[in-house]
């Protein structure tokens, strides 16, 4: 018997999915079918996810029905024992309260870098884009949705999101990969310069490095 009941709140689900639906789409701006394809594995994680947080404790349910009182949970309805880790390792509340904020400090930021990346595609109006946050990596807006994923794991996590999580990201790194052939048919020698200079994912950081951000028209000093 369990003594509260604080799911079943689907018009939370709601609100949650079309708020970050919402903001990937108006971020990312999705036009052909393949970029709406992926977006589509972006909507079931959220859905996922959404879902477990704030309709059913699916996860929780499930390890119960199957491991019973080893779980360590003695009431699965009760939203705060609905975090995965925290209620396994017997976190207290104030731990699993912290991991949540944690969790949604990572998605704030993830957020910041998909707006910093969008605002300088905005502003090139088609043209190439190698300054800013472009001169750091080459698609920081896949990051940016990356960080969010990772902090919503980190607030609430679900077998359901953890299996989808490594889905999601090999699908927007086919996205990105094939987004850079594009942009080397349209570019041509200037792409695969940047490229060759430009981490795609992951920034360098080098203690010394004299060449500062990537400028098409410094290729010299960068090389």
């Known amino acids: 018997m369990h003594q509260s009941y604080d799911y079943g709140l689907w018009l939370m689900v709601v609100f949650n999915v079309v708020l970050f639906g919402t903001f990937v789409i108006g971020f990312l701006h999705p036009r052909k079918k393949y970029e709406w394809r992926t977006l589509g594995v972006f909507a079931a994680f959220i859905v996922a996810l959404f879902t477990e947080m704030y309709g059913f404790p699916l ?3 499930v390890l119960i029905s199957f491991f019973g009182d080893k779980v360590g ?3 699965p309805f009760l939203h705060v024992n609905g975090h995965l ?8 509340t104030w731990v699993k309260l912290i991991i949540c904020q944690l969790g949604g400090f990572i998605m704030l930021i993830g957020l910041i870098i998909m707006g910093k990346g969008w605002k300088r595609i905005h502003a090139a109006k088609g043209e190439l884009v190698t300054d800013g946050i472009y001169a750091s990596v080459r698609h920081p807006q896949y990051d940016g949705l990356f960080l969010i994923t990772i902090g ?5 996590p679900t077998l359901i999101t953890l ?8 699908a927007y790194y086919r996205l ?4 850079e052939r594009e942009a080397e048919a349209k570019f041509g020698e200037a792409y695969l310069l940047y490229k060759q200079q430009v981490p795609a994912f992951f920034p360098r950081f080098k203690i010394g490095n004299r060449g500062g951000p990537f400028n098409i028209q410094n290729e010299e000093r960068v090389q």
């Open 59 to 61: 996860t929780i349910y």
């Open 73 to 75: 949970i003695t009431d």
């Open 85 to 92: 880790l925290g209620s396994i390792f017997g976190a207290a």
């Open 152 to 156: 919503m794991l980190i607030q609430w």
């Open 163 to 170: 299996v989808m999580w490594p889905i999601l990201t090999y």
């Open 176 to 179: 990105a990969m094939r987004e």
